[in-house]
């Protein structure tokens, strides 16, 4: 009789790793970047908006956020709202990687739903791409002031990971808004309409 | 519109199946015939209904409508539009829609074919079916919509990805899903005996003819991976023991111990609790791959964008159905009783081994899958497994499994009498050593402790496979269907033995830096790197090279590899370039441009390597040419006479049961 139960008792034993693993299967998109805790790559862009070159080094000294995106980037389209409350927080700057992108269709995207950047670099070829080692957009980096790749997110950042994941490893010190640095005051880029969230941005679309 | 009228038509598709699973399994449990009734009708609307949701799929792909977000994702303007429509599974949701399709299809299938099913039995049949589907649709719906919108749409679209864009991509997915999702038939088989209490001889013989053609399909699929990954992926091998080829290859061994357990239950009554469970299993693992697949739990070549929350839905859902199905195993399972017996030396000992030594072989691979995940949960840190490990452990139980079927298949059911067969036996094995050395004198080096014995095993078993349909013809005896496609599938194995041996005996490979005009040797092949032209191709550009192989001077060969960058997702593919022939590949690969119109070239010469595809399509072809025998259209009843019990004092008490 007892040996009729042993397949469902292996199979009880069987699900219990399958859901540790599912429980830490978001740590495994973590690990799989070379970059963490290795210095951020160095990198001199054109920039969106001011016009002028973006050079990485002015991060020097800071913490900041490196968000990799493209207007033809569903899921950049859903995490946009986060990235706008983000920026309201003023814990810390967003740099934007627009990449492999069209700045004309850069320029709109932000206009339409608001601008969460302190400065875009333009990697229209996608070369500081590959440096960051990304897979796909939508990706963000946190880097710490030493100029060091602290955590990295695949995929669309929601309010969860970003509490979860981003804010738990932000230092107090971070914690004011660094409005006098010399990236500027968050949001503000040349002639776009910096800082405004567009009106009424939709639910955010796409899967996820 | 359409792509809402796309999500409606499987939001109706999962309300149907709830239909189909509810009068299915409620009707006969409660003894309401008259729900019978309403089943079939379920069965044929939801099997509509997932073809229109398909075919809106297809269409917003061909359309180009990038306002949907999952075309957006996967597909894009430049892209052909045969690559579009394979694109509709290129990625997770699509391929849920294929899996579901394929799944509506099997079951109308079911409910065509079933006619001389006991109604009662049937409808049970259909309504476990109506479960998986129930399962799916959710799972589809809730996590994975494929029709989401995108507003406002994107301008174009992120391209497949191009690692997909081969023609392997029409054909594979839907061969393996047809193979994965048709063990969900066996396994509806095996819940409705199990909810019935009851499990026949003619259980076996329905059960048969589906599971056999669930198996010719994902060997088909498998082989096609094999291939896709042969060329595709530049790295000249045709197996990896990755993650996803595992998850693939275990219900393809347990479905293998499932046909042959089969043919026990059907002939002689005997291992029907096993033939049960393992038809149970033959699906969980199928469910399982879906599993490793899609959750984000292991690191694979295949892996689909990971998201634990399909995961955990799709964990939620092995629970429901396998622990569901192992629950109702362990409480009727030991209400069926075997009680014939049989010899040590009878067909049914050496099916016995065939299915220990199948399981023992399912369990080291399904050990190697999961040891990382393992190690993981128990916090040992990371663990990788690989070739090492596999091939060995692999090698173990299979290897006396080809000399178990080389002489099982002259055995006797019931009685051990392969005495008489000692003369075939004998020669034929002869035979096999006989090739085994010759093909070691004729070869130049690379002969290992291994080599003479997989040549010769498999050897032994192609030709041991064809004795009984040579003798058959001989004596004017009808060659059926059944002991034909038999003998065509184990002779194919015998084949694969003999193949693989060769390619990992006889392979000789180097990676050289060449320059245009420069050559090297590569066994007894030269490799001269003749030129290189720029490429444009529709969604791409690269490179081509021409290299001309010559064998003691003569030309043999002009290969001509690709490097592509496609536009869109700016990844760089490898496109080898590979002379096939009868006996041998030649294969070269472009690497890195090292500067200065110097290229690393992957080169390699193998023997072989096609008969290793080839014969795993000759296995499937085995495996439809055996279920396509006649009787198993025969009603109910026709074949009783296979039920005698053993006469008294030839039993050894029942092994299974």
């Given at each position: 009789?007892?040996?009729?139960?042993?397949?469902?008792?292996?199979?009880?034993?069987?699900?219990?790793?399958?859901?540790?693993?599912?429980?830490?299967?978001?740590?495994?998109?973590?690990?799989?970047?070379?970059?963490?805790?290795?210095?951020?790559?160095?990198?001199?862009l054109p920039q969106l908006g001011v016009g002028g070159q973006f050079d990485s080094r002015s991060l020097r000294g800071r913490w900041y956020l490196l968000?990799?995106?493209?207007?033809w980037c569903a899921e950049c389209r859903a995490e946009h709202d986060t990235l706008l409350a983000i920026q309201r927080e003023g814990r810390v700057p967003?740099?934007?990687?627009?990449?492999?992108?069209?700045?004309?269709?850069?320029?709109?995207?932000?206009?339409?739903?608001?601008?969460?950047?302190?400065?875009?670099?333009?990697?229209?070829?996608?070369?500081?791409?590959?440096?960051?080692?990304?897979?796909?957009?939508?990706?963000?980096?946190?880097?710490?002031?030493?100029?060091?790749?602290?955590?990295?997110?695949?995929?669309?950042?929601?309010?969860?990971?970003?509490?979860?994941?981003?804010?738990?490893?932000?230092?107090?010190?971070?914690?004011?808004?660094?409005?006098?640095?010399?990236?500027?005051?968050?949001g503000a880029v040349g002639a776009l309409p910096g800082g405004t969230p567009a009106a009424g941005p939709g639910p955010a679309a796409g899967p996820s | 519109?359409?792509?809402?009228?796309?999500?409606?038509?499987?939001?109706?598709?999962?309300?149907?199946?709830?239909?189909?699973?509810?009068?299915?399994?409620?009707?006969?449990?409660?003894?309401?015939?008259?729900?019978?009734?309403?089943?079939?009708?379920?069965?044929?609307?939801?099997?509509?209904?997932?073809?229109?949701?398909?075919?809106?799929?297809?269409?917003?792909?061909?359309?180009?409508?990038?306002?949907?977000?999952?075309?957006?994702?996967?597909?894009?303007?430049?892209?052909?539009?045969?690559?579009?429509?394979?694109?509709?599974?290129?990625?997770?949701?699509?391929?849920?829609?294929?899996?579901?399709?394929?799944?509506?299809?099997?079951?109308?299938?079911?409910?065509?074919?079933?006619?001389?099913?006991?109604?009662?039995?049937?409808?049970?049949?259909?309504?476990?079916?109506?479960?998986?589907?129930?399962?799916?649709?959710?799972?589809?719906?809730?996590?994975?919509?494929?029709?989401?919108?995108?507003?406002?749409?994107?301008?174009?679209?992120?391209?497949?990805?191009?690692?997909?864009?081969?023609?392997?991509?029409?054909?594979?997915?839907?061969?393996?899903?047809?193979?994965?999702?048709?063990?969900?038939?066996?396994?509806?088989?095996?819940?409705?005996?199990?909810?019935?209490?009851?499990?026949?001889?003619?259980?076996?013989?329905?059960?048969?003819?589906?599971?056999?053609?669930?198996?010719?399909?994902?060997?088909?699929?498998?082989?096609?991976?094999?291939?896709?990954?042969?060329?595709?992926?530049?790295?000249?091998?045709?197996?990896?023991?990755?993650?996803?080829?595992?998850?693939?290859?275990?219900?393809?061994?347990?479905?293998?111990?499932?046909?042959?357990?089969?043919?026990?239950?059907?002939?002689?009554?005997?291992?029907?609790?096993?033939?049960?469970?393992?038809?149970?299993?033959?699906?969980?693992?199928?469910?399982?791959?879906?599993?490793?697949?899609?959750?984000?739990?292991?690191?694979?070549?295949?892996?689909?964008?990971?998201?634990?929350?399909?995961?955990?839905?799709?964990?939620?859902?092995?629970?429901?159905?396998?622990?569901?199905?192992?629950?109702?195993?362990?409480?009727?399972?030991?209400?069926?009783?075997?009680?014939?017996?049989?010899?040590?030396?009878?067909?049914?000992?050496?099916?016995?081994?065939?299915?220990?030594?199948?399981?023992?072989?399912?369990?080291?691979?399904?050990?190697?899958?999961?040891?990382?995940?393992?190690?993981?949960?128990?916090?040992?840190?990371?663990?990788?497994?690989?070739?090492?490990?596999?091939?060995?452990?692999?090698?173990?139980?299979?290897?006396?499994?080809?000399?178990?079927?080389?002489?099982?298949?002259?055995?006797?059911?019931?009685?051990?009498?392969?005495?008489?067969?000692?003369?075939?036996?004998?020669?034929?094995?002869?035979?096999?050593?006989?090739?085994?050395?010759?093909?070691?004198?004729?070869?130049?080096?690379?002969?290992?402790?291994?080599?003479?014995?997989?040549?010769?095993?498999?050897?032994?078993?192609?030709?041991?496979?064809?004795?009984?349909?040579?003798?058959?013809?001989?004596?004017?005896?009808?060659?059926?269907?059944?002991?034909?496609?038999?003998?065509?599938?184990?002779?194919?194995?015998?084949?694969?033995?003999?193949?693989?041996?060769?390619?990992?005996?006889?392979?000789?490979?180097?990676?050289?830096?060449?320059?245009?005009?420069?050559?090297?040797?590569?066994?007894?092949?030269?490799?001269?790197?003749?030129?290189?032209?720029?490429?444009?191709?529709?969604?791409?550009?690269?490179?081509?090279?021409?290299?001309?192989?010559?064998?003691?001077?003569?030309?043999?060969?002009?290969?001509?590899?690709?490097?592509?960058?496609?536009?869109?997702?700016?990844?760089?593919?490898?496109?080898?370039?590979?002379?096939?022939?009868?006996?041998?590949?030649?294969?070269?690969?472009?690497?890195?441009?090292?500067?200065?119109?110097?290229?690393?070239?992957?080169?390699?010469?193998?023997?072989?390597?096609?008969?290793?595809?080839?014969?795993?399509?000759?296995?499937?072809?085995?495996?439809?040419?055996?279920?396509?025998?006649?009787?198993?259209?025969?009603?109910?009843?026709?074949?009783?006479?296979?039920?005698?019990?053993?006469?008294?004092?030839?039993?050894?008490?029942?092994?299974?049961?």
């Amino acid at each position: 009789m007892n040996r009729f139960l042993l397949p469902v008792g292996l199979f009880g034993a069987l699900v219990v790793v399958l859901a540790i693993g599912i429980g830490r299967a978001p740590q495994k998109s973590v690990i799989p970047s070379a970059l963490l805790g290795k210095p951020a790559p160095q990198f001199v862009l054109p920039q969106l908006g001011v016009g002028g070159q973006f050079d990485s080094r002015s991060l020097r000294g800071r913490w900041y956020l490196l968000n990799v995106w493209g207007t033809w980037c569903a899921e950049c389209r859903a995490e946009h709202d986060t990235l706008l409350a983000i920026q309201r927080e003023g814990r810390v700057p967003i740099i934007g990687l627009n990449w492999k992108d069209e700045d004309g269709l850069a320029v709109q995207w932000l206009q339409e739903l608001g601008n969460p950047y302190a400065s875009i670099a333009l990697d229209r070829e996608g070369r500081v791409a590959i440096d960051w080692g990304v897979y796909g957009a939508p990706e963000t980096f946190l880097v710490d002031a030493a100029g060091t790749v602290v955590y990295k997110h695949v995929g669309p950042l929601t309010a969860q990971v970003w509490q979860r994941e981003f804010l738990a490893r932000l230092p107090p010190a971070a914690a004011g808004p660094a409005r006098d640095d010399a990236i500027g005051p968050p949001g503000a880029v040349g002639a776009l309409p910096g800082g405004t969230p567009a009106a009424g941005p939709g639910p955010a679309a796409g899967p996820s | 519109m359409l792509p809402e009228i796309g999500h409606f038509a499987l939001i109706l598709a999962l309300l149907l199946a709830a239909a189909q699973a509810f009068f299915g399994i409620a009707g006969p449990a409660l003894g309401r015939e008259r729900w019978y009734a309403a089943v079939g009708p379920a069965v044929t609307a939801q099997f509509v209904m997932v073809t229109a949701a398909m075919a809106v799929l297809v269409n917003a792909f061909v359309q180009n409508d990038f306002s949907v977000g999952y075309v957006a994702q996967n597909s894009n303007s430049a892209l052909p539009v045969f690559y579009r429509i394979a694109a509709v599974w290129g990625a997770h949701e699509g391929s849920l829609v294929l899996w579901a399709w394929i799944l509506a299809a099997w079951t109308l299938a079911v409910a065509l074919l079933s006619r001389q099913l006991p109604a009662r039995f049937a409808v049970r049949v259909l309504g476990v079916l109506g479960v998986v589907s129930v399962g799916f649709h959710l799972f589809t719906l809730a996590t994975s919509n494929p029709f989401a919108r995108l507003s406002p749409a994107a301008p174009d679209g992120r391209d497949l990805n191009p690692l997909l864009q081969d023609p392997a991509l029409a054909a594979h997915p839907p061969m393996l899903y047809a193979g994965y999702v048709g063990f969900s038939v066996a396994f509806a088989f095996a819940c409705a005996a199990m909810l019935e209490g009851k499990l026949d001889q003619a259980w076996a013989r329905w059960t048969r003819p589906w599971t056999t053609v669930a198996w010719a399909f994902l060997s088909v699929g498998i082989g096609l991976g094999s291939w896709w990954a042969y060329y595709e992926l530049g790295w000249g091998g045709y197996w990896f023991w990755d993650p996803v080829e595992n998850a693939s290859f275990m219900p393809w061994l347990v479905g293998t111990a499932l046909i042959h357990s089969l043919a026990v239950t059907e002939k002689r009554g005997l291992f029907k609790s096993w033939t049960l469970l393992l038809a149970i299993v033959a699906f969980s693992l199928s469910l399982l791959g879906t599993f490793l697949v899609r959750s984000g739990v292991l690191v694979s070549v295949h892996s689909f964008a990971a998201d634990p929350a399909r995961g955990a839905f799709i964990l939620a859902f092995l629970v429901l159905m396998i622990g569901g199905a192992l629950t109702l195993y362990a409480w009727r399972a030991p209400l069926l009783k075997s009680n014939a017996g049989f010899e040590f030396t009878s067909r049914e000992s050496f099916l016995l081994f065939n299915n220990i030594l199948l399981v023992v072989a399912t369990a080291t691979v399904f050990a190697g899958t999961m040891a990382p995940l393992i190690s993981d949960a128990l916090g040992l840190g990371t663990l990788s497994v690989g070739t090492q490990y596999f091939n060995p452990t692999f090698l173990l139980p299979t290897l006396p499994l080809v000399a178990l079927a080389a002489v099982g298949l002259h055995a006797s059911w019931k009685k051990g009498r392969l005495g008489e067969r000692r003369g075939p036996l004998l020669v034929t094995l002869a035979l096999g050593v006989l090739l085994a050395l010759a093909v070691i004198a004729g070869a130049s080096g690379g002969t290992r402790v291994l080599t003479p014995v997989g040549l010769a095993l498999g050897g032994w078993l192609m030709l041991s496979s064809l004795v009984d349909p040579v003798d058959r013809l001989r004596r004017g005896i009808r060659l059926t269907p059944a002991i034909f496609g038999m003998a065509l599938a184990h002779a194919a194995l015998g084949l694969f033995v003999v193949s693989v041996t060769a390619v990992e005996s006889y392979t000789v490979e180097r990676d050289v830096a060449l320059g245009v005009g420069e050559s090297a040797q590569v066994g007894r092949y030269e490799y001269r790197f003749a030129g290189l032209q720029p490429l444009e191709g529709p969604n791409y550009e690269g490179v081509r090279g021409e290299i001309t192989v010559s064998e003691a001077g003569r030309e043999v060969a002009r290969l001509h590899p690709e490097k592509r960058r496609y536009w869109v997702q700016q990844s760089v593919m490898t496109e080898a370039g590979i002379d096939m022939q009868l006996t041998r590949d030649i294969f070269a690969a472009l690497g890195e441009d090292l500067g200065r119109g110097r290229w690393s070239v992957r080169a390699q010469v193998r023997p072989m390597i096609n008969y290793v595809w080839f014969a795993a399509l000759l296995m499937a072809i085995g495996g439809l040419v055996a279920a396509a025998d006649r009787r198993y259209r025969q009603p109910v009843g026709a074949r009783e006479d296979a039920a005698s019990p053993a006469a008294p004092g030839t039993t050894l008490p029942g092994r299974a049961g």
